[in-house]
């Protein structure tokens, strides 16, 4: 079997393994156990093919269900894999609006209107992802729970592949020990990559009309951001392990988690 950090698919542009990576205090992340990407509703029989060879056994889908029903996965009735649908926020997290999370939005100066928003360019990724992060703990626990035993690939995707995807793939690498600078780096990374979806879907989505201007706060991935969000994390739990505690995720299941994501 032949691993890839960036994967060959002809329908997802940033579709990424998160092997690869070294890990404190000896260690690497291993290829093959975790795949982040974009909404996968394009794929290919030949992606199809990729993926099941590359041994997907779970996809996990964090949008809404209003965004589900506007672009359904390519990956739900495929039998080599199971789809389970986990969502996060509404279908206006994709553009920056934390729904249940109103006044601390509002505090954080995170737009609110759906036609605010679409402008993309005052979107203050940092309180959006600390919102997350903190109110929806259940969330964080139940996808760990769900990951721990899958023997095969884990595949996990939002719309975009960058917000809600982002800041899971953050979880996971710094459960994992990955250092900050690698974990960075990986959210950084997305904003290139998403450049040909966003040309794809600026004909059927308002929020993505005109040729992108990658300089508007929608479409970045700044380091600035997965910083801020990653010393938010430190700042009040210690460490990424001491947030994921506090999700209520059990020691066995992060052992599990971890030890089924790094070797020696």
Known sequence: MTFYRRLPLKQLYNAR????????????????????SELPD???????????????????????TRELELSPS???????????????????????????????????KVPRSVEDTR???????????????????????????????????????????????????AMLLGAAGVPDNDIIADYSV???????????YRENDAAFTGDPDLSLAFYRTHPETMQGFLKHI???????????TSCGISDEVLEKVIGSFVES
């Open 17 to 36: 393994d998160l092997g690869g990576f070294p890990v404190r205090g000896g260690g690497i992340t291993r290829y093959g156990r975790f795949i982040r």
């Open 42 to 64: 394009t794929l290919t029989d030949s992606d199809k093919a990729f993926l099941k060879d590359y041994g997907v056994t779970l996809s996990l889908d964090f949008r809404a």
């Open 74 to 108: 390519g990956l739900i009735d495929e039998s080599w894999t199971h789809y389970s649908h986990r969502p996060l926020w509404s279908l206006e997290v994709a553009h920056g609006i934390p729904e249940s999370s109103e006044q601390k939005a509002k505090d954080a």
């Open 119 to 169: 402008r993309l360019g005052g979107i203050d990724w940092v309180a959006v992802y600390t919102i997350m992060a903190e109110d929806n703990k259940a969330w964080v626990r139940e996808n760990f729970e769900a990951i721990a035993d899958e023997p095969g690939c884990v595949h996990f995707h939002c719309m975009t592949g960058k917000d809600r995807t982002g800041i899971f793939a």
């Open 190 to 200: 997305s904003q290139i990559y998403l450049l040909p979806f966003y040309m794809t």
């Open 234 to 244: 430190y700042g009040k739990y210690g460490d990424m392990r001491g947030y994921l």
